[in-house]
């Protein structure tokens, strides 16, 4: 069973710092996929990451997924009270969307 | 707004009833998720369907069953409700096709409350 560990699991900090979630594994994934939730609402995709070593960036989002594409990084540059949210790491484990698994979660919280 | 449909939105029932949960998939895409979200916590995968077809199977109870329609509409059924089922159901689809990246998108969830 592929399995996924987040850290921190959770994490409250002031507007403007920078900070880095991660995401690991045992398992080798095809793709990871990051996710943000707000209370009561469902999960909505921010990125995915396909290649080991790959980073993609969503404006003030980078994203790293590792060479082994057995962990990622989410790593967010002078946070905002809008980035507050659970953030999910969702790994695939095969081309047919099977495997598919869902971390636990990071809940950040960004005071003003 | 995602694409994916969930009917109803809430529902409040007794112990020991059944309940039916409904998911319209974003047009395209033949697979079905399931996911059960208690309070604080993650996603739970219950269940997937591909094109109709039961493709992987998560922690669902024997209580809990779905099924997945021609149209590509899904539905969950839970049966014997305990308080303990209260929770956020969420139906996911993508596209399901093979050697592609599988992007999974989320309905607005049913609020389940047992009482």
């Known amino acids: 069973t592929q399995l996924l560990e987040q850290s921190p699991q959770f994490l409250s900090i002031q507007e403007g710092e920078n900070l880095t979630v991660y995401c690991n594994s045992s398992s080798v994934f095809s793709s990871l996929q990051w996710y943000r939730q707000e209370p009561g609402e469902g999960p909505v995709l921010l990125v995915t990451v396909v290649t080991g070593g790959e980073v993609k960036k969503l404006k003030r989002l980078t994203f790293q997924f590792g060479d082994a594409r057995k962990d990622s990084s989410l790593h967010i540059t002078a946070a905002q009270p809008g980035d507050t949210g659970l953030y999910l790491c969702?790994?695939?484990?095969?081309?047919?969307?099977?495997?598919?698994?869902f971390g636990p979660g990071t809940r950040l919280s960004v005071l003003p | 707004d995602s694409g994916v449909t969930q009917t109803p939105k809430h529902l409040i029932t007794a112990t020991g009833q059944r309940v039916t949960l409904r998911c319209s998939p974003r047009?395209?895409?033949?697979?079905v998720y399931w996911y059960q979200q208690s309070l604080d916590q993650g996603l739970q995968f219950l269940i997937q369907?591909?094109?109709?077809?039961?493709?992987a199977k998560g922690n669902i109870l024997e209580r809990f069953s779905a099924q997945q329609f021609p149209d590509l509409h899904s539905e969950l059924n839970l049966s014997s409700l305990e308080l303990g089922d209260s929770a956020l159901y969420f139906c996911?689809?993508?596209?399901?096709?093979?050697?592609?990246?599988?992007?999974?998108?989320f309905g607005p969830g049913t609020r389940l409350t047992v009482t």
């Open positions: 969702a790994g695939v484990g095969d081309n047919y969307g099977q495997n598919f698994v």
């Open positions: 369907y591909y094109n109709g077809e039961e493709r």
């Open positions: 047009s395209g895409d033949l697979s």
């Open positions: 996911a689809s993508s596209s399901g096709t093979s050697g592609i990246v599988h992007e999974q998108y």
